[in-house]
């Protein structure tokens, strides 16, 4: 929360495998709130502090989080019209926008265009997954359990599809030095994008944004950005 009334509020959604205290989802949540903008992050379903077993959770219920998240705003401060989400926490913002009627701005950071890429993360065990219904991987330092109710479900998802037809502004930032998510998925997303969109490249920026400034820069940018189109 900012030390002042805020203007208004926002939902930041962290990377796969991630949480809400990464540094780049902490950076640049604190950063928004010394200029107004009250920031709820939290852990998806499985992950962090949140309850739940991560190996029943899907790309869905990913979205499902995020419209809950927006509830409990709704219901106990005031509802969020911006999205923010990092890596495949911004491709489950755009999916879940339309589910949530006050959103009037998103915000993507080095997102894929299809959700399905994630999959890339634990390719070599796609097979074992399949045949025995779920495997048990390392993945971002931690054990994490992917079921193949996970793979069915992020492949099903027409994510372009869902932001041809979002009528809110958006904002792509994305870093041609990304060896995670390619800085091709920035284009795709914003080519299906309806104005008002931008983009900011974040040149010499990591998936992960792990330099500080890298971080602030997004917040920089993000802050006088939204403004222009909530109040």
């Keep these: 929360m900012p030390d002042t009334s805020p203007e208004m509020y926002a939902i930041f959604a962290h990377h796969f495998a991630g949480s809400k205290d ?13 200029v107004g903008i009250a920031v709820l992050r939290f852990d998806f379903t499985g992950l962090g502090k949140s309850e739940g077993n991560f190996q029943d959770t899907t790309f869905s219920s990913n979205i499902c989080d995020l419209t809950y998240a927006a509830k409990f705003l709704r219901d106990h401060y005031e509802a969020p ?22 959103i009037k701005a998103i915000s993507s950071i080095g ?16 097979h074992t997954i399949e045949q025995n219904g779920s495997a048990s991987l390392h993945i971002a330092g931690q054990a ?3 079921s193949k109710g996970f793979l069915d479900d992020i492949r099903s998802f027409d994510l372009l599809g869902i932001i041809k037809n979002l009528e809110t502004a958006i904002m792509v930032f994305h870093s041609p030095f990304d060896k995670v998510v390619s800085i091709e998925h920035a284009k795709i997303i914003y080519s299906a994008a309806r104005h008002p969109k931008s983009f900011v490249s974040l040149d010499q920026a990591d998936h992960l944004l792990t330099k500080k400034e890298d971080a602030e820069f997004v917040a920089s940018i993000l802050a006088v950005w939204s403004k222009r189109y909530i109040r």
């Design 22 to 34: 990464v540094l780049a989802t902490t950076r640049i949540s604190r950063a928004l709130t010394k």
């Design 81 to 102: 019209e911006l999205l923010i989400g990092h890596s495949l926490g911004g491709s489950a913002a755009y999916a879940a926008a339309s589910l949530i009627p006050e």
């Design 111 to 126: 997102s894929p265009s299809n959700p399905a890429h994630v999959i890339h993360a634990f390719e070599d065990h796609i």
């Design 144 to 146: 994490l359990q992917i």
